[in-house]
């Protein structure tokens, strides 16, 4: 499970400088990735991302090449999705006889959200 900071990159610069002028101690989970909003994670989540998602899970490519032809996109394109779905946790790639093979390595994206602050997390679990 991968736990992601909601936090805008405008708030998280300056809470590091805070912590480099020595102005507060660094929080707990400064070491956490993060998202600038919910909605830069939906927008990992689209349709078609989704749909590949579920092909890797149910058909398990053994290659780009093959998911590519799975899903009728090309490669290129599968390869840059990929890879900022393997950022977030949601992809795992694997070198396999100088292929790259992808498997899913989540079963859930968990968001919550406080209505009262601006201290949102998400989950891959």
């Known amino acids: ?5 909601i936090q805008s990159h405008h708030d998280l610069k300056a809470q590091l400088k805070a912590v480099a002028r020595g102005e507060q101690p660094a929080p707990a989970d400064a070491a956490q990735p993060t998202f600038e909003s919910i909605e830069a994670l939906t927008r990992i989540l689209t349709p078609e991302n989704r ?3 579920a092909t890797i899970r149910d058909r398990k490519p053994q290659s780009i090449a093959e998911l590519a032809a799975m899903t009728g996109r090309a490669a290129p394109n599968v390869t840059r999705t ?20 992808p498997t899913a390595a989540a079963s859930r994206v968990r968001v919550d959200i406080d209505p009262y602050s ?4 998400a989950e891959v679990i």
């Not at 990929?82 to 093979?101: F, I």
Request: glycine share 4%; charged share 30%.
């Open 1 to 5: 499970m991968t736990r992601y900071k």
């Open 118 to 121: 601006m201290s949102d997390r």
């Open 82 to 101: 990929l890879t900022k779905l393997e950022a977030v946790g949601l992809v795992r790639m694997t070198l396999v006889a100088r292929r790259k093979v």
């Open 51 to 53: 749909s590949l998602l």
